[in-house]
């Protein structure tokens, strides 16, 4: 079992920042792949990015790339996710997920534990 807790959630005004982190504990945290979700009310889970287990690969969403970096410390156990010029379509809920699969997937179903999920807000 794998228990996964999101913090860093907030309100900001466009363009601001935020960074969301998420603690991992259960298991130690190089054996899965990390991934950040988000799911606004009535849509479908919606890949953002996506981290390998030593932390060299890393994949975005279209809408993110250049604004989103995600990173992870697995000595803490912990995987981040730096999101800069925020926008007001990034307003929804944000959550990581990890995943026990050989390769990074963007697909919700690959991933086997969730976090509850953190709301970003961000108004114009």
């Known amino acids: 079992q794998v228990q996964l807790v999101e913090s860093g959630g907030g309100s900001v005004q466009a363009g601001g920042s935020l960074r969301l982190s998420c603690a991992a504990s259960?298991?130690?945290?190089?054996?899965?792949?990390m991934g950040w979700f988000r799911q606004a009310p009535g849509k479908e889970r919606e890949f953002v990015a996506g981290?390998?287990?030593?932390?060299?690969?890393?994949r975005y969403a279209d809408s993110v790339k250049g604004r989103f970096t995600i990173s992870r410390d697995n000595a803490e156990n912990t995987v981040h996710m730096q999101m800069n010029s925020l926008k007001p379509d990034d307003t929804t809920v944000f959550y990581c997920?990890?995943?026990?699969?050989?390769?990074?997937?963007?697909?919700?179903?690959?991933?086997?534990?969730w976090g509850q999920g953190t709301q970003v807000t961000v108004s114009s």
């Open positions: 997920a990890a995943s026990f699969t050989p390769q990074l997937s963007t697909r919700p179903e690959a991933y086997a534990y």
């Open positions: 259960g298991r130690t945290a190089s054996n899965y792949l």
């Open positions: 981290i390998s287990r030593d932390g060299q690969i890393t």
